[in-house]
């Protein structure tokens, strides 16, 4: 395993800043680093989401494909989804271990609710959510639970990766 490839997974709701960090990470070394977007692989597949099983299966098969090229290539990756439901985490880490990066979490769940609210009020068209989809997901997965959010089991790693948990709410303050 590299010490110096590793593979990150944003956590988070929609508007806490996932993505700005994970442009802002890339920007740092765009030659050996590099960001996977489930909403841009929507975009670039089918030109706007479509809200669908068979277009998220799709759009998962497709970003999963790229992180392992880009890992296997060298390259260190981000993922910048909400990564909110832990088999999202388990798959991601499952794909590090296997390109034999290490996988690091970037919890953003302590960004409060009302923040991540209100960024998305900025946003326009397909970006905007809207308030009671950000709290639907907030009630699912945040609201009650400890921040960050614990990680899965992640039984069965072939080489032992451990995962690192950093506290974005925490760090960027």
């Given at each position: 395993?590299?010490?110096?490839?590793?593979?990150?997974?944003?956590?988070?709701?929609?508007?806490?800043?996932?993505?700005?960090?994970?442009?802002?990470?890339?920007?740092?070394?765009?030659?050996?680093?590099?960001?996977?977007?489930?909403?841009?692989?929507?975009?670039?597949?089918?030109g706007r989401r479509l809200g669908t099983p068979g277009q998220e299966r799709l759009v998962t098969?497709?970003?999963?494909?790229?992180?392992?090229?880009?890992?296997?290539?060298?390259?260190?990756?981000?993922?910048?989804?909400?990564?909110?439901?832990?088999?999202?985490?388990?798959?991601?880490?499952?794909?590090?271990?296997?390109?034999?990066?290490?996988?690091?979490?970037?919890?953003?769940?302590?960004?409060?609710?009302?923040?991540?609210?209100?960024?998305?009020?900025?946003?326009?068209?397909e970006a905007r959510l809207g308030r009671e989809r950000i709290l639907a997901m907030h009630q699912?997965?945040?609201?009650?639970r400890r921040t960050p959010l614990r990680l899965p089991t992640m039984a069965g790693m072939r080489?032992?990766?451990?995962?690192?948990?950093?506290?974005?709410?925490?760090?960027?303050?």
């Amino acid at each position: 395993m590299s010490d110096d490839l590793v593979m990150w997974a944003t956590r988070g709701l929609p508007g806490c800043g996932k993505t700005t960090w994970a442009r802002g990470w890339v920007d740092i070394d765009p030659a050996w680093r590099a960001r996977v977007s489930r909403d841009d692989e929507r975009k670039a597949m089918h030109g706007r989401r479509l809200g669908t099983p068979g277009q998220e299966r799709l759009v998962t098969i497709a970003c999963h494909g790229k992180i392992l090229d880009l890992l296997r290539a060298g390259v260190s990756v981000v993922e910048d989804g909400t990564n909110l439901p832990d088999e999202h985490l388990v798959a991601l880490w499952d794909i590090a271990d296997r390109a034999g990066a290490r996988f690091r979490v970037a919890d953003f769940t302590r960004v409060p609710f009302k923040t991540c609210v209100a960024r998305d009020v900025g946003r326009e068209g397909e970006a905007r959510l809207g308030r009671e989809r950000i709290l639907a997901m907030h009630q699912e997965f945040v609201q009650g639970r400890r921040t960050p959010l614990r990680l899965p089991t992640m039984a069965g790693m072939r080489r032992g990766n451990s995962v690192e948990v950093v506290d974005m709410a925490r760090l960027l303050k």
